[in-house]
């Protein structure tokens, strides 16, 4: 699932006691496009950036990630922790692994369809990538692709895979889809983005009027 920050620089907010007296504290990058943030389990935070590389930071220290150090290429657009805390990286193109010491590529050559829209990593640790007509995932032998349109994925705590597109919202539960028509009331079936709470419920972003509405589905209802 992909959290896009298109923003002047990385900010980290401290609020005192009072809620309007804030303090920011500048942290330059090797450029303004922050694409994606994630956080570890250690609180360590991993920023991606548009033909800049990437950067952890543990509230002290920071490290640099390039094509020099392990990345395959500079265009990070999306960062995903798994549960082990391997870090996930997809470069449009290219997706990668890295444990804190080695890195695991995947490319075209090992059956990687080649192209992300989106991704995410189940609790087993095998990636789910969203590529346009596919959604395709990595058994730690062979890459398995589903045909069906997706532009976002998010999976919920019971495994199941939410997917998000021009067509609507979907669900694949391991074994088959099953769709959700949108209500009369909601003016666009265009999903673009996904994000799933501790209730299940699922969030999802859709266009409207050139701006991007919040709408809610709780399995039952809509909101």
């Given at each position: 699932?992909?959290?896009?920050?298109?923003?002047?620089?990385?900010?980290?907010?401290?609020?005192?006691?009072?809620?309007?007296?804030?303090?920011?504290?500048?942290?330059?990058?090797?450029?303004?496009?922050?694409?994606?943030?994630?956080?570890?389990?250690?609180?360590?935070?991993?920023?991606?950036?548009?033909?800049?590389?990437?950067?952890?930071?543990?509230?002290?220290?920071?490290?640099?990630y390039d094509t020099t150090n392990?990345?395959?290429?500079?265009?990070?657009?999306?960062?995903?922790?798994?549960?082990?805390?391997?870090?996930?990286?997809?470069?449009?193109?290219?997706?990668?692994?890295?444990?804190?010491?080695?890195?695991?590529?995947?490319?075209?050559?090992?059956?990687?369809?080649?192209?992300?829209?989106?991704?995410?990593?189940?609790?087993?640790?095998?990636?789910?990538?969203?590529?346009?007509n596919s959604v395709s995932t990595?058994?730690?032998?062979?890459?398995?692709?589903?045909?069906?349109?997706?532009?976002?994925?998010?999976?919920?705590?019971?495994?199941?895979?939410?997917?998000?597109?021009?067509?609507?919202?979907?669900?694949?539960?391991?074994?088959?889809?099953?769709?959700?028509?949108?209500?009369?009331?909601?003016?666009?079936?265009?999903?673009?983005?996904?994000?799933?709470?501790?209730?299940?419920?699922?969030?999802?972003?859709?266009?409207?009027?050139?701006?991007?509405?919040?709408?809610?589905?709780?399995?039952?209802?809509?909101?």
């Open positions: 699932m992909r959290n896009s920050i298109k923003t002047l620089s990385v900010f980290l907010c401290v609020c005192g006691q009072n809620l309007y007296a804030q303090s920011w504290t500048y942290y330059p990058l090797a450029n303004n496009n922050v694409n994606t943030i994630a956080i570890d389990s250690k609180g360590n935070k991993w920023f991606g950036i548009s033909d800049g590389g990437a950067a952890s930071f543990d509230g002290t220290n920071w490290v640099f392990g990345l395959p290429n500079m265009d990070v657009q999306e960062i995903t922790i798994d549960t082990k805390d391997n870090v996930w990286f997809s470069t449009g193109v290219n997706l990668s692994k890295f444990d804190g010491k080695n890195w695991e590529y995947y490319n075209t050559k090992s059956g990687f369809p080649g192209f992300i829209n989106s991704m995410t990593v189940d609790n087993q640790g095998n990636p789910w990538v969203t590529s346009g990595y058994n730690g032998v062979n890459w398995i692709a589903y045909d069906t349109i997706s532009n976002d994925i998010a999976i919920d705590n019971k495994g199941n895979k939410w997917l998000g597109s021009q067509n609507g919202l979907s669900m694949f539960d391991g074994s088959k889809f099953a769709f959700y028509p949108f209500p009369d009331s909601m003016k666009n079936q265009f999903v673009w983005r996904i994000a799933i709470d501790s209730k299940n419920q699922v969030w999802f972003t859709t266009p409207v009027d050139g701006h991007y509405g919040l709408d809610l589905f709780d399995g039952k209802n809509w909101h």
